[in-house]
């Protein structure tokens, strides 16, 4: 079982950047697909950006594509997000996610989750 927690969450001006990571517990990581999904008030959780074990593949939703940017490093057993450009509609709790079976946009694709991080970008 892998346990994941988050942090680096904040609030941040609109245009300004934030650093998210995920630190992993357990065995598997370093196997597993990694993502990142955002659930703003009364949205469902949507998918923000993944990154395969091997790192030579990213995912980005087309809202957030060229403005963040997925890493990750699996010897330190972390993820990381790096906002750029925050607007306010990126406002939402960040989750860090886990799969055992490979890439999915759909949160219902991932195996188990941290217990999410806010941030909050003000105009």
């Known amino acids: 079982q892998v346990q994941l927690t988050e942090s680096g969450g904040g609030l941040v001006q609109a245009g300004e950047s934030l650093a998210l990571s995920c630190l992993a517990s357990?065995?598997?990581?370093?196997?597993?697909?990694m993502g990142w999904f955002r659930q703003a008030p009364g949205k469902e959780r949507e998918f923000v950006a993944a990154?395969?074990?091997?790192?030579?593949?990213?995912w980005y939703a087309d809202s957030v594509k060229g403005r963040f940017t997925i890493s990750r490093d699996n010897a330190k057993k972390t993820v990381s997000l790096q906002m750029n450009s925050l607007k306010p509609e990126d406002t939402a709790v960040y989750y860090c996610?886990?799969?055992?079976?490979?890439?999915?946009?759909?949160?219902?694709?991932?195996?188990?989750w941290g217990q999410g991080t806010q941030v909050t970008v003000s105009s």
């Open positions: 996610a886990g799969s055992n079976t490979g890439y999915s946009a759909s949160p219902y694709g991932y195996d188990y």
């Open positions: 357990g065995r598997t990581f370093s196997s597993n697909t």
């Open positions: 990154i395969s074990w091997s790192v030579r593949s990213t």
